[in-house]
């Protein structure tokens, strides 16, 4: 059971009686049945500001936010707050809540007041935080993506550097996953890459996003989620060899990466099976880009052009993107995407008060669907 606070103590956490722990989580019951002791909470700054009131603080934000911290230590459950969403958006992509392709909390002192360079950043916030609370641990991402630590060149007190570690292997994108001794090692390193910096300067590793994207329909359906479930299997074996901590993505959601995910037969699912089929193969979710001849027949061409006339287009931050994702991002992912949330919003329109009732309640926990296949995998390497 957690009690007290966990502090950082050289390379690992531990407890308040110097017990070395392992946190082995998800991010977002039947946790504890596996093993699974702590929870990355991911929240948007919208649950606590809006943006046409900013530093106008709400509390039912903080009132939500205290019920699910309550209810996980009072089962045992060690709760990580994971800012998803900060003003002005971190990042270039969706997950910050950004309908663009820039990043403007970097260039506005304004932003980024409103949450308290990266290694600046986590200087100004940690004093901000240490002066009302100099107990709890930082968990801090790194740069690109939190992939790399170039320019960090402190290490903030009781502090965590968080990376994320996912393969091309686990996205329909990329090349399937059939456990080669290639495939293994390739997969061991990019993980050594990625954690250079924490062996170098001797702090705690938690690896907090790791995941795949599965697949839905399909005459190779099953073999193809089993083989990212071997993915997976393998890189928590790395995991535990190097004896880090770690939060999958996710638990819950709409059936993309998730161990609970809403059933295709549930009010929601068959709402809103067409469109989501729909924007599975337009590419306008960038974690759900399933291969397309339609899109790669328009969107190759322009990404040619682009290398031809601008070949340093390709080198343009983020660096792990290449001129393909750019184009993608600022047409795709932005543009486009942005354009068919009227057409979503429809499916809604005229629904009675029972209606949407019913439809939120596809969400709860008894109606959705157990990826018993993706349990398994976790069960089996959190003893």
């Not at 999958?248 to 809103?272: E, H, N, Q, V």
């Amino acid at each position: 059971m957690s009690s007290g606070y966990l502090n950082v103590k050289g390379n690992e956490i531990v407890d308040q009686d110097s017990n070395v722990v392992v946190l082995r989580g998800t991010s977002l019951g039947g946790w504890l049945n596996f093993g699974i002791n702590s929870i990355r909470l991911p929240f948007s700054y919208k649950h606590f500001e809006d943006d046409m009131n900013p530093r106008q603080l709400k509390e039912e934000g903080f009132k939500h936010l205290d019920r699910v911290i309550d209810l996980c230590s009072l089962h045992g459950i060690y709760t990580i707050l994971d800012m998803h969403t900060v003003p002005g958006c971190q990042n270039q992509d969706w997950h910050s809540d950004n309908h663009t392709s820039y990043a403007a909390f970097w260039d506005f002192k304004d932003h980024q007041d409103r949450t308290t360079r990266v290694a600046e950043f986590y200087g100004r916030l940690e004093k901000a935080i240490r002066a009302i609370d100099p107990n709890h641990i930082l968990f801090l991402d790194g740069n690109t993506y939190a992939m790399e630590w170039k320019g960090f060149k402190e290490i903030l007190p009781n502090s965590i550097y968080s990376v994320h570690d996912y393969s091309m292997m686990g996205f329909p994108s990329g090349p399937r996953y059939k456990g080669t001794p290639e495939q293994k090692a390739k997969l061991k390193q990019q993980f050594s890459r990625k954690i250079e910096f924490h062996r170098s300067h001797n702090v705690p590793i938690w690896n907090g996003e790791f995941g795949a994207v599965y697949e839905t329909e399909g005459p190779e359906m099953n073999e193809k989620n089993e083989e990212r479930y071997q993915l997976l299997g393998e890189q928590l074996r790395v995991y535990k060899e190097a004896r880090i901590s770690w939060a999958i993505w996710t638990y819950k959601g709409a059936g993309i990466m998730d161990m609970i995910y809403i059933s295709p037969d549930s009010p929601w699912g068959k709402l809103t099976k067409s469109f989501m089929e729909r924007k599975k193969h337009l590419q306008v979710d960038s974690m759900t880009g399933f291969p397309s001849e339609e899109v790669d027949s328009l969107v190759d061409p322009l990404v040619a052009w682009i290398d031809k006339v601008s070949p340093s287009a390709t080198k343009t931050y983020p660096s792990n993107w290449n001129t393909r994702a750019h184009v993608i991002r600022n047409i795709l992912h932005t543009f486009l995407a942005s354009s068919l949330c009227e057409e979503f919003a429809e499916l809604f329109r005229g629904k009675s008060e029972q209606e949407l009732e019913d439809l939120a309640q596809s969400f709860s926990f008894k109606s959705c669907v157990h990826r018993e296949g993706l349990s398994k995998v976790l069960s089996s390497w959190v003893v």
